[in-house]
C-alpha cells in the first residue's frame, strides 16, 4: 500500500487528509469517522460551533472510530474559547486555516497533538515552519473554499524547497489517483482533498449539493468576488482569501456587480445570515474547488479512500514504466 513519511508523522496508513467543510456547511463526524477507518485522516471542522458542541463532536467521533483524526480551526474567524475546548480534547492531529499559526503551535505541541497547518504563499509556509508546525498543506486556487491565488501545480514544489525537511501536502485540484501521483512527484508527501470528499455518502451537506457537484464542470466553480460584502473578514493574524463556489443566483448576480453588491451589502448579509441559520446556506454559496469536473458519483468514503490509493498506485506503476532502461547504452560516456 502506498506510504509516504508523513503517514508515520500523522498516524496513517495512506498520504490522504480529508479536508473539513465547516461554517453552516458542517459536514457532520461521521464523514471524518469513515476516513479515519479507512486508513487516511479524517477532519471535523470546529468553524461556528460553540465549545459545547466541539467536545461532543470530538467525543461521538472517538465513538465512531479508534483511528487518527483532526480538529479543524481557522482565523475566519478565530473563538480562544473554542481552541480551548480543542486542546480540552487532545486530537491526534490539529490542523489550522486561513491564518498565521502563532504562538498556537505550543499549546498543541503541549497536548500532545501533531499541528497541521494550510498555506496559500510561499512566505506564509516559510513562517510556519519557523513557528514550529509539523506538517504543511500547500493549497492551490483550485481549492473549493477559501484559497489562494497560485495553483497548485505552481505552489507545491516552491513550498517543498522552501521548507524542506518538513512534509508537504498539496491540496486543490486533486480527486483522483492520478492527482496523488502527480502530487508525489511535485515533492509532495501525500494530498488534502475536500471536493472528492463532499460527493460521499457520509457527508452531512444537503443531497442537492451533492448532485450538483456531480454534474458541474471545473468552470462551473468560481471565486465569490463579493464575499467582503456578504461575510465577515478574517480576524487579527488572518490571511485576505476568497471561497470558490459553484454557481448559483446569488453568486452570479454579486459577481457581475460588485459595486451593486456594495451598495446592497447590508441586505446581502442578512439574505446570507438568514441562509445560514435555515441550514440552507448551500443554496447561495455552494463551496466546492475545481475538481468537480472529476466527480462522476456519489460513494462511500472508505470506497472513495481505496480508490483513490489504487488508482495512485496503479499510475505510479505506469510511470516507472516509461522511464528508459538503466544499461550501458543510455549512459553518459
Same mark, same amino acid.
Given at each position: 500500500?502506498?506510504?509516504?513519511?508523513?503517514?508515520g508523522?500523522?498516524?496513517?496508513?495512506?498520504p490522504?487528509?480529508?479536508?473539513?467543510?465547516g461554517?453552516?456547511?458542517?459536514?457532520?463526524v461521521?464523514?471524518?469517522a469513515a476516513v479515519?477507518?479507512?486508513g487516511?485522516?479524517?477532519?471535523?471542522?470546529? !468553524?461556528?460551533?460553540?465549545?459545547? @458542541? /466541539?467536545?461532543d463532536?470530538? =467525543?461521538? #467521533?472517538?465513538? *465512531?472510530?479508534?483511528?487518527?483524526? &483532526?480538529?479543524?480551526?481557522t482565523?475566519?474567524?478565530f473563538?480562544p474559547?473554542v481552541?480551548?475546548a480543542?486542546?480540552?480534547?487532545?486530537?491526534?492531529?490539529?490542523?489550522f486555516?486561513?491564518?498565521?499559526?502563532?504562538?498556537l503551535?505550543?499549546?498543541?505541541h503541549?497536548?500532545?497533538?501533531?499541528?497541521?497547518?494550510q498555506?496559500?504563499t510561499?512566505e506564509?509556509a516559510v513562517?510556519?515552519?519557523?513557528?514550529g508546525?509539523d506538517?504543511?498543506?500547500?493549497?492551490?486556487?483550485?481549492s473549493g473554499?477559501?484559497c489562494g491565488?497560485?495553483? !497548485?501545480m505552481?505552489?507545491?514544489p @516552491? /513550498?517543498?524547497?522552501?521548507? =524542506?525537511? #518538513?512534509?508537504? *501536502?498539496?491540496?486543490?485540484g486533486? &480527486?483522483?489517483g492520478r492527482?496523488?501521483a502527480?502530487a508525489l512527484?511535485?515533492g509532495?508527501?501525500?494530498?488534502n482533498?475536500?471536493t472528492?470528499?463532499?460527493?460521499?455518502?457520509?457527508?452531512?451537506?444537503s443531497d442537492?449539493w451533492k448532485a450538483?457537484v456531480v454534474?458541474?464542470?471545473s468552470?462551473?466553480?468560481?471565486?465569490?468576488?463579493?464575499?467582503?460584502?456578504?461575510?465577515?473578514?478574517?480576524?487579527e493574524?488572518?490571511?485576505?482569501?476568497?471561497?470558490r463556489s459553484?454557481?448559483?443566483?446569488f453568486?452570479?448576480e454579486?459577481?457581475?456587480?460588485?459595486a451593486?453588491?456594495?451598495?446592497r451589502?447590508e441586505?446581502? =448579509?442578512g439574505e446570507?445570515?438568514?441562509?445560514?441559520?435555515?441550514?440552507?446556506a448551500?443554496?447561495?454559496?455552494?463551496?466546492t474547488?475545481?475538481?468537480?469536473?472529476?466527480v462522476?458519483?456519489?460513494?462511500?468514503?472508505?470506497?472513495?479512500?481505496h480508490?483513490?490509493?489504487?488508482?495512485?498506485e496503479a499510475?505510479?506503476?505506469?510511470?516507472?514504466?516509461?522511464?528508459p532502461?538503466?544499461?550501458?547504452?543510455?549512459?553518459?560516456g
Amino acid at each position: 500500500m502506498l506510504r509516504t513519511r508523513v503517514c508515520g508523522v500523522l498516524g496513517i496508513e495512506v498520504p490522504i487528509v480529508q479536508g473539513p467543510l465547516g461554517g453552516p456547511w458542517q459536514q457532520g463526524v461521521r464523514l471524518a469517522a469513515a476516513v479515519s477507518d479507512a486508513g487516511a485522516l479524517g477532519s471535523v471542522p470546529t !468553524t461556528l460551533r460553540t465549545p459545547a @458542541q /466541539v467536545r461532543d463532536d470530538a =467525543r461521538r #467521533l472517538r465513538d *465512531l472510530t479508534d483511528r487518527p483524526f &483532526a480538529l479543524n480551526m481557522t482565523r475566519r474567524p478565530f473563538d480562544p474559547e473554542v481552541f480551548d475546548a480543542v486542546i480540552a480534547e487532545a486530537p491526534p492531529v490539529f490542523s489550522f486555516a486561513l491564518g498565521e499559526p502563532g504562538d498556537l503551535v505550543t499549546r498543541v505541541h503541549d497536548a500532545g497533538a501533531v499541528f497541521l497547518q494550510q498555506v496559500t504563499t510561499v512566505e506564509q509556509a516559510v513562517r510556519a515552519a519557523e513557528a514550529g508546525v509539523d506538517v504543511i498543506s500547500a493549497q492551490g486556487t483550485e481549492s473549493g473554499g477559501f484559497c489562494g491565488d497560485v495553483s !497548485t501545480m505552481a505552489l507545491v514544489p @516552491q /513550498v517543498v524547497d522552501a521548507v =524542506r525537511p #518538513l512534509p508537504v *501536502l498539496a491540496s486543490g485540484g486533486v &480527486a483522483d489517483g492520478r492527482g496523488i501521483a502527480a502530487a508525489l512527484a511535485l515533492g509532495a508527501q501525500g494530498v488534502n482533498i475536500g471536493t472528492r470528499f463532499l460527493a460521499s455518502a457520509e457527508c452531512g451537506v444537503s443531497d442537492d449539493w451533492k448532485a450538483a457537484v456531480v454534474s458541474a464542470a471545473s468552470q462551473d466553480a468560481v471565486k465569490v468576488a463579493f464575499v467582503e460584502h456578504i461575510l465577515p473578514p478574517p480576524t487579527e493574524g488572518g490571511y485576505t482569501t476568497v471561497p470558490r463556489s459553484l454557481r448559483t443566483r446569488f453568486v452570479e448576480e454579486g459577481n457581475a456587480g460588485p459595486a451593486a453588491a456594495a451598495d446592497r451589502a447590508e441586505a446581502l =448579509r442578512g439574505e446570507m445570515m438568514t441562509s445560514m441559520r435555515d441550514g440552507t446556506a448551500h443554496e447561495l454559496i455552494p463551496l466546492t474547488g475545481q475538481t468537480a469536473g472529476l466527480v462522476r458519483d456519489i460513494a462511500p468514503a472508505a470506497e472513495l479512500v481505496h480508490r483513490l490509493i489504487t488508482e495512485a498506485e496503479a499510475t505510479l506503476r505506469a510511470l516507472a514504466g516509461l522511464a528508459p532502461a538503466r544499461n550501458g547504452a543510455d549512459q553518459p560516456g
